[in-house]
């Protein structure tokens, strides 16, 4: 992470920023009765992802850093779990985003381990 400088350097703000605005798109077609509902529930969760890592990069420890990814996981299996009750609904047929969903659990699982190795090292 020697050439980072800012969240915008980092991979996993990239994908999950991808992810949020598949979701907003994947819930233009809701029925306008979910506005307020699933629609609104899934696009905070999503959006709530990327703006997290972003928090966490921003701080001065990476152990915060790490709390605010673990947010960011929470926000993902909130979101995940939406996706699931909205296809059980009728609501949403595209299994697309689940691969997305599973890259970026992939990606903030491994900056987590890459930060908390690089915290260990650095207490040695």
Known sequence: MSGIKTHEDLDVWKEVVTLAKE???????????????????MRR??????????????RNSDKEF???LY????????????????????FLKNEEINGNIERARKLLLGLIKYLRAKSVKGNE
């Open 23 to 41: 979701v907003y798109k994947l819930t233009e077609s809701f029925p306008k009765e979910e506005i307020f509902g699933l629609t609104s529930q």
């Open 71 to 90: 947010v960011s996981l929470g926000s993902l299996a909130e979101l995940e779990t939406q996706l699931l009750l909205s296809r059980e609904l009728g």
């Open 45 to 58: 969760a999503a959006a709530s992802i990327p703006s997290n890592v972003a928090e966490g990069a921003a």
């Open 66 to 68: 790490i709390q605010f």
